[in-house]
Nanobody, 119 residues
Framework: QVQLEESGGGLVQTGGSLTLSCATS????????MGWFRQAPGKEREWVAA????????YYADSVKGRFTVSGDNAKNTVNLQMNSLKPEDTAVYYC????????????WGQGTQVTVFS
């Protein structure tokens, strides 16, 4: 069973930066990709970014493209999210997850880490 734990959230002013980290809190595992999601108050959880271990390709939601950078280490089951030029609309609880076999089915949801951007 995949278990992931997010960290690095906090309170930041508009235009500021934060780096989120995600690591396994259980046994190591093999995955096709790892990604970040977020859920703002009153909204559904949305996909933010992902990294595909085959080739290291990265993918971003249009709302964060050019501002966020996803990176990680497949062997260590870690994934990071560097967030720059933060906006109040980025305020949300951020979660990481793993796609174990490349079907787009994500697992390993942790408790998330809160990011609050104030103007």
């Amino acid at each position: 069973q995949v278990q992931l734990e997010e960290s690095g959230g906090g309170l930041v002013q508009t235009g500021g930066s934060l780096t989120l980290s995600c690591a396994t809190s259980g046994r190591t595992f093999t995955s096709y990709a790892m990604g970040w999601f977020r859920q703002a108050p009153g909204k559904e959880r949305e996909w933010v970014a992902a990294i595909n271990w085959s080739g290291g390709n990265t993918y971003y939601a249009d709302s964060v493209k050019g501002r966020f950078t996803v990176s990680g280490d497949n062997a260590k089951n870690t994934v990071n999210l560097q967030m720059n030029s933060l906006k109040p609309e980025d305020t949300a609880v951020y979660y990481c997850a793993a796609d174990l076999v490349g079907t787009g089915s994500w697992s390993g949801w942790g408790q998330g880490t809160q990011v609050t951007v104030f103007s």
